[in-house]
């Protein structure tokens, strides 16, 4: 008889998250490792992955470290082909590299040429080719893999900001230029929903799943005026703790999300609700 603990187990299973060595790559590849899996952390920076995955492995998590280069076709069926070849299988993908402005302290000031008017085409069709076009070669690499095996679990993240515009209030201060979360990022994360309702029903009638995950503001480091503003901003009252979006990215790469496919999980603390 199986239980409902069994349905989460990824026993037997081999996930791989791109922008694995990130903040929520390194939450995404420790959680689907205890839930059973073993884990391809890829990363553009190997030497992040690298460490990352020994990390792991010292925790007793099966890792294999892969760089990539989510805009380059070769560097992308390379990261399946070392996946499939070291452990057997590719079960599930987490699409999570991605170019996101950070307002953390390192970045505070980082932001201010960032207004519509006079924004880069240059900076626009590098996040683009990131964020949107990078999401669609990993997922198609990865298709070709779970067409042949019959199965598996594909989960793009998206962001809050993929589902409404950025409260730019967030981002005032009063002194300085004034800053802004750029174009790029809402309209790179809704195609990240448009992408993943389209491999949805295309595989419609296959053992192969799509859906997103979008997470709210992850706390890290954030300046007090900044983790102000945003707590204030959502229902529960702060930031999601780094580990936050464990439980969902779990539900969505076992089988205890068997009959979701081109949905949307939120877990933004009540971000949307208001």
């Not at 989510?70 to 390379?78: E, H, I, L, Q």
């Not at 085409?121 to 683009?128: D, G, S, V």
């Amino acid at each position: 008889m199986t239980t409902i603990m069994d349905k989460f187990s990824l026993a037997g299973r081999t996930a791989l998250v791109t922008g694995g060595a990130g903040l929520l790559g390194r939450q995404f590849t420790q959680a689907l490792g205890e839930a059973g899996a073993k884990v391809v952390v890829a990363d553009l920076d190997h030497t992040l992955a690298e460490a990352h995955a020994g990390k792991l492995t010292d925790s007793g998590i099966e890792a294999l470290p892969v760089q990539v280069d989510v805009t380059d076709p070769a560097s992308v069926s390379g990261m399946v082909a070392s996946a499939v070849n070291h452990f057997g299988s590719l079960d599930v993908i987490v699409n999570s590299a991605a170019l996101d402005p950070k307002f953390d302290p390192d970045n505070l000031n980082a932001q201010s040429g960032n207004a519509f008017e006079t924004y880069p085409l240059e900076a626009w069709q590098k996040a683009i080719d990131v964020n949107l076009t990078g999401m669609f070669l990993a997922c198609q690499a990865a298709a070709r893999q779970m067409v042949a095996q019959d199965y598996g679990k594909i989960i793009n993240i998206c962001s809050t900001y993929g589902l409404v515009g950025p409260d730019q209030r967030l981002y005032e201060r009063p002194d300085g230029p004034r800053q802004f979360k750029p174009v790029y990022y809402t309209v790179s994360k809704a195609g990240v929903l448009g992408l993943t309702k389209y491999l949805a029903t295309y595989y419609a009638g296959t053992n192969i799943r799509v859906n997103a995950l979008t997470p709210g503001g992850v706390y890290n480091q954030h300046d007090e005026t900044f983790l102000k503003a945003y707590s204030s901003r959502t229902v529960i009252g702060r930031m999601a703790h780094q580990d936050e979006m464990s439980g969902a990215i779990v539900f969505l790469a076992s089988e205890a999300s068997s009959y979701m496919t081109g949905a949307n999980l939120v877990v933004d603390g009540g971000w949307t609700a208001w």
